[in-house]
């Protein structure tokens, strides 16, 4: 549903979130001028009048409807729940659309590439008290995959539990920090479900939520899906003038499922969340420092 937002309209007398909070549709609100910021929080996704992402996100909404009424469900949600109900509430709503026809659809027109990549995930060195932590899949664009996950979580808890290690640093080689999840593996477990308790028993997100240690993350080129949620977690995200960000998701008929609905939004909010995942728009690194996404610019 779309809402021309006006300066001086009134709200409708249904205007609380919790009226809008089960009902399994999208509002996109579009904003001409100044608007009562009441209106903003019965909105799903808001636009402004004229920007471009409102043709994409229209696109969105009709070619993937089940998708994006999960989406705005679960970004309704989110609010006022700790770090670990978040990620539980994110991972069932993936998990749900890993099993629906728009997901399904997806993995048909794109099939899994049958060659296998052997190559190192993760390289970890000391340095002083610092432990750094480099993706080293240059390849696929440092892709995450489960051997890469595994990786991550298991060098962040090395970091939790040695007393010499003050802080961690996270890096990636070659021309993107991480380009997002490695789409060959989506939807190969053996059943949604198996996949959920995987995905939170082995969640990076959550590992670096709960490290009582300063994480610094080095973005540089693409920095899509997960590659930008993971990031999200940690306490100081550097981002290099080139570093592009977005959340594509929603084209695979998929919402966020590496804890971007939980890491961004705890950064920059619902509505400005929605928009990326809604859209599926890319910013670009200014863009993102003045959102709050990127703490530091570097060139």
Known sequence: MKVPLREGMSLPEFGTKDALASLPFVVVGVIGGAVDSRWLDLCDVAVADGDDALERIEANVAEHPITAGTLA??????????????????SSAYSVLQSGPEFAAWRAAHPVRTEKDESARVRVDREGDSLLLTLTRPGRLNALDAPMRDALVEALRLAAADPEIARVELRGEGRAFCAGGDLDEFGTRPDPATAHLVRLERSVGRVLSTLQKPVTTY???????????????????????????????????????????????????????AWLAFSGCTIDAATAHRWGLVDQLVT
């Open 73 to 90: 469900l679960l970004l309704r949600g989110q609010e006022g729940l700790s770090v670990g109900q978040s990620l539980v509430a994110e």
């Open 219 to 273: 973005l540089h080129g693409a920095c899509m899906g997960s590659g930008i949620e993971l990031a999200a977690f940690t306490d100081t995200v550097v981002a290099a003038q080139d570093t592009k960000i977005a959340l594509p998701e929603i084209g695979l008929g998929l919402v966020p499922g590496a804890g971007g609905t939980v890491s961004l939004l705890r950064r920059i909010g619902r509505l400005r969340t």
